[in-house]
C-alpha cells in the first residue's frame, strides 16, 4: 500500500472517530476506532472501499476493504452458484416476487427470485411512456393533483399488505422521500392506483404498516421543519419538529400526525397492533452536521398507537393543514402522565434501521455509527420506568451496522456499511451475552460493496422463509462491465438456507442508482389478473356498439373508440381548430398479452391499452393539419397499417 493510501485511511479514521464523538468503552463496544484488518492492498483495492469520506460525514462510512475471498473474520467464501437448486431455467417460474424501490426513478421494479430476473417496471412517482402512466388523465390527474404535482420522486421502502401478519397479496405501498408522499400499488394489475401528498412532512423517509392487519400505513417524516411552515419561525429550529403520519390504507387518507423531536429516519410496525417504531438523528435539533453531531446518543421513538387514537378522540391535538397532529415531544403533557403516548429510548448516535422480529417479542435498531444493534424487548416497553431498561442486548456485529432481516430460526441478519459485509447472529444469545459481546455472530459473509437494505424472503411476516436474502450494495465498482463514471449498483442474492453450510453468494445483479430497499413475497400469495376487469374502473368501457364520435357543443367533442388487432373503430377523426377533444379508448381484445397502443405525438398523446382496459385524454387541437394515430405496440402482421387520421380542420 502506498503511503498516500495510508495517510487516507487514517484520514477517514479521525475523522469517523470525531464524528462519533467521546464515549466510554463499554458504551460503544470495545474501542471505537476503524478496525482494517487486511491492510495488504494495493491502490485498486483501496478504491473498491472508498465511498469514504462523503459517505462518512453523510453518518456512514464506507472504509471495508475486502480480498475478494475469505469472507474476513469468521466470514464464509463468496460463492458464484446460481445452478442447481437456485436455478430458474428458461419457461420455469420463480418462487418469490421482489419487489424493490426504485430510487431516483421514481418506481418500483419487479423481480422474479431465485432468477433475479426483472420482470417489470411499475412507474410510480414518475411519468412513463411504456405504460402510458401519466399521459391518461387519470394518472395525470393523480400525480398532479393528489400527487402534488412534482416532477420526480424517490422511492425507498415498498411494503406489502398483510393479514394476520401475513402477505394477503393486495397492495404494496411505497414512500417518496423526496417530496413527502406515499403511495399505494394494487397488485392485482401491478399498477399504482393512488398517491397521497402529506401534509407538514418534508421527505417522507421510513414507509411500514401497523399489524397485524394494515390498519395504517406510516409515513415516517424525516426532515424537521416549522409547524405551520408559512413563514413563521424561519430562525429558531427549536420550533421545528418531524412527524409520522397514519395513512388509512383503503382511502390514502391521511387520518392523524404526531410531532416529535428531532429527526427521523426508517420505521417499522409491531406484530400486535400497539407499537410502531422509528429511529432518529438529530437530538440536538441543530441545522449543520456540527450541530447535529454533538451529543453522542439518539433515540428509537416508540410510539403507543392506542394511546395517540385515544388522544385524537378527546381532541387533543392541533390541526394543521386539515391533519390533527398530536403534541408527542418529550415535554408534552400527553408523554408525562402514566401511559406517554411515544416513549424515547435513548441509543448511540444516530440509529439507523429498526425492524420487528418475526415473534414480534424484539424491534432491533442498528447502529450505524456504533458497531451494535440494541434489542429492544417489545413486552417491558410498557412496565419500565426509564425506556433504556427495556434494552436487553446490545452484540457488536461490526463496523457500520444499518439494517436487519430474519430468517425464522432464531437468526439477524444486519448489513455492515464499512465492513461491507451481512453479518448473522443468533438473537437470544445476543439477549443472553454481555453487553457488546461478538459471541452472538454466528458469520459473515462479504458483498460488493458497502451494503444499505437488505431483505430476506417474508421477512417482514410472522413467518419468514429462511432461504433467500438480497443485499443492496451502494457500490459495485469492478463487478460489472465500466458504463462509465455512473456505474450501476449491486443486488446480491444470498442463500441463507443451510444454517450448517453457511451463506452462499448465489448472484450479482446490476441495479441501476439508486435502489434502497425491498419486499420478498410468495408468488402463491399473490394473484395477478390476466386482463382488466372494466368493473375495476370508472370509466366508459368502448365496443363496436358504442363506438362514436359526438360533438357536445361548438368547442367539445368526445370521440368513443374501441381497438383491437389492425383497427381502431374509425379510420378518420375530424375536429375543429380549437376544440376540445377527450379520446375515450377500450383495447376490447381478451387474449392476455396483446397490448395495444394510441399515440399521436404531436399532441403528446401516449396511451398503453392493455386488454380490457379503457383509458381516456383529454386535449385542445390547436393546430390545424393531419396528425396520424398509431398503434405503439408491436400487435398483429399489420401492425403498421394500424392507424387512424386525425384531421383537424382551420377555424376560418
Known sequence: MTANTDDSIAEHEQELDALRGERDGDEAGEGTSLELPRLSVDRRDFMKAAGALGAVSASAGCLGVLDGGDGGAGGQGTG????????????????????????HSGEIRILGIPSMRELMRVPVFNEESATGYGHDNRTSEMLANEG??????????????????????????????????????????????????????????GACCLLPDTKYVFGVGEFRVPMQNDGRDLDDPEAYSSTIAAIDPESMNVEWEVAVDGNMDNGDGGKEGRWFFTTGYNSEHGTTEAEMTKSDRDWVKAFDV???????????YEEINGVPVVDGTRESPLNQGDRPIVKYVPTPKSPHGVSVTPDGKYAIASGKLDPTCAVIDIEQLPEVDDPADAIVGRPRVGMGPLHTAYDGRGHAYTTLFIDSQVAKWDIEAAVDAEEGSEDPIVEKIDVHYNPGHLIASESYTADPAGDYLISLNKLSKDR????????????????????????????????????????????????????????????????????????????????????????????????????????????????????????????????????????????????PGVYWAYCSYFCSALHLEMRSRLIVEPSD
Open 80 to 103: 458464484t452458484g446460481g445452478k442447481g437448486e437456485h436455478h430458474v431455467g428458461p419457461g420455469e417460474l420463480d418462487q418469490y416476487y421482489g419487489i424493490l424501490s426504485g430510487g
Open 148 to 205: 402534488g404535482d412534482y416532477r420526480w420522486g424517490d422511492t425507498h421502502h415498498p411494503r406489502v399488505s398483510q393479514t394476520d401478519n401475513d402477505y394477503d397479496g393486495r397492495w404494496a405501498f411505497v414512500n417518496d422521500k423526496a417530496n413527502g408522499r406515499m403511495a399505494r400499488i394494487d397488485l392485482k394489475y401491478f399498477e399504482t392506483d393512488a398517491i397521497v401528498d402529506i401534509p407538514n412532512q418534508q421527505g417522507t423517509h
Open 306 to 316: 392506542p394511546a395517540i387514537e385515544e388522544a385524537v378522540e378527546a381532541g387533543d
Open 480 to 623: 460489472f462491465l465500466n458504463v462509465g463514471p455512473l456505474k450501476p449498483e449491486n443486488d446480491q442474492l444470498i442463500y441463507i438456507g443451510d444454517d450448517e453450510g453457511g451463506m452462499e453468494l448465489i448472484k450479482d445483479k446490476p441495479s441501476f442508482p439508486e435502489p434502497h430497499d425491498a419486499s420478498i413475497v410468495a408468488a402463491d400469495k399473490i394473484e395477478p389478473a390476466d386482463v382488466y376487469d372494466p368493473e375495476d374502473y370508472d370509466a366508459e368501457y368502448v365496443d363496436e356498439d358504442s363506438a362514436e364520435v359526438e360533438r357536445i357543443d361548438d368547442s367539445t367533442v368526445h370521440v368513443k373508440t374501441y381497438v383491437k388487432r389492425n383497427e381502431y373503430a374509425f379510420p378518420e377523426i375530424r375536429v375543429q381548430e380549437g376544440d376540445e377533444v377527450t379520446i375515450t379508448a377500450t383495447n376490447v381484445e381478451t387474449t392476455s398479452d396483446i397490448v395495444h397502443g394510441m399515440a399521436i405525438p404531436e399532441y403528446d398523446i401516449d396511451l398503453a391499452l392493455v386488454p380490457q382496459d379503457t383509458r381516456e385524454v383529454t386535449f385542445t387541437a390547436d393546430q
